[in-house]
């Protein structure tokens, strides 16, 4: 009896232990659901009070020479923003992105003169791209066009340079150097009120030059690159079509003539048109008011009869140029040679233009003849 009042005692201890472990384990499972639904409802709320921005506000957009400069209100806790652009009115977000603007202000460039651009402006913070700004545009300067009919004629140490007036220029850029390739970043000749320049006190050399128009947006496109030359042994040189042409000071023969040219970088002119052909024609077979005969670059000294030029034949125009031979015409019908010419067998194998005799047609004389040369150089 005593063996079992004992046993029962013991039973009902460990019943009672079981019960209290059991009550803890459920307390724990509780806490442990209580602070797990409490991380995620901190979580949430976390979550919640991180939105997307507001859009900028006050954006402005101000054209100037190749480039807009845009503004806009700071907007409190932006890390950045990004603009949106197009040349066409109706941005949106998928249009051209300019991206992580660390300021209030961008400035875009690269651009062509005389465009129309549409922007959007947004904030950008740690949820996001917010909401995209009020559209706005701004044009780009309109500057002038390049003149055009450029050409520049040396003479002792001045070289006069002449161009088509721009309308609306209120004055010109010349700019200049003794290397061709001519920039915006070469020596430039400023505040030039009229459509010519005497580029004056030079030394000998070669000038290369290209112009450009002036308004109150600034300097315009520059011109097609053109040149002269000045060297003791030429008395004036004009330039045409992209060449410059010289004439030489004192007559001499032809040989002589075309060493001088060589010395130049040049040759004793080719000529390829009848337009060509004119202009030269016209501007040195009366030089200075004096006629003169004028050496060109034809000759047949190698075989008589067979007419080629000094830096020889010239391919690509359907032998227009090439075809100097006896009875040679331009595309327009006229003669090439004066009438008869040429006619001196192996004793005149040297061409010419008679200026002193009013003709731009050509002549054959013998090449130790003395006359003014006409220099070409590309």
């Known amino acids: 009896m005593k063996i079992f009042l004992n046993k029962t005692k013991y039973l009902s201890i460990l019943l009672i232990a079981a019960a209290l472990l059991l009550s803890g384990c459920s307390e724990v499972s509780e806490n442990d659901s209580t602070a797990s639904t409490s991380a995620a409802s901190t979580t949430a709320d976390n979550t919640s009070s991180t939105s997307t921005l507001s859009a900028p506000s006050g954006v402005t957009a101000t054209g100037g020479s190749q480039q807009v400069v845009l503004a806009w209100t700071a907007v409190s806790g932006a890390s950045s923003y990004t603009v949106y652009w197009d040349n066409a009115s109706g941005i949106t977000s998928s249009d051209t992105a ?41 044009t780009t300067l309109t500057l002038l066009a390049a003149p055009d009919n450029v050409s ?59 112009v450009a128009a002036v308004n109150a947006n600034g300097t315009g496109a520059l011109s097609d690159e053109f040149n ?59 030089y200075g008011g004096t006629a003169r005969d004028l050496w060109l670059g034809a000759n047949d ?48 194998n040297c061409g010419t233009i008679r200026g002193s005799q009013s003709l731009e047609t050509w002549n054959d004389l013998s090449c130790s003849s003395t006359l003014y040369g006409i220099i070409e150089i590309d």
């Open 98 to 138: 300019i991206t992580s603007i660390t300021t209030d202000n961008y400035t875009h460039s690269g651009l062509d003169n005389g465009t129309l651009n549409y922007y959007k402006v947004a904030a950008v913070n740690s949820a996001g791209t917010g909401t995209l700004s009020s559209e706005i545009s701004a």
């Open 228 to 286: 002269s030359i000045l060297a003791s042994n030429i008395q004036g040189a004009e330039t045409n079509a992209g060449h410059t042409y010289a004439i030489t000071t004192t007559t001499m023969s032809w040989d002589s003539a075309k060493a001088a040219a060589t010395a130049l970088g040049g040759y004793l002119a080719t000529i390829n048109t009848h337009a060509e052909n004119t202009w030269l024609y016209e501007k040195f077979g009366n």
């Open 301 to 348: 000294v190698d075989t008589d009869g067979t007419w080629i030029w000094d830096n020889g034949t010239t391919s690509g125009d359907g032998g227009v140029s090439d075809n100097i031979s006896s009875g040679a015409k331009w595309p327009d019908g006229t003669d090439k040679w004066a009438s008869g010419e040429p006619n001196g067998s192996t004793s005149e």
């Open 152 to 210: 520049a004629s040396g003479a002792g140490d001045n070289i006069t340079l002449n161009w088509n007036a721009v309308s609306g220029a209120s004055s010109y850029t010349v700019y200049w150097d003794n290397a061709s390739g001519i920039t915006s970043s070469d020596t430039a000749i400023t505040s030039i009120s009229t459509d010519n320049y005497t580029h004056t006190s030079l030394s000998d050399g070669t000038y290369y030059y290209k």
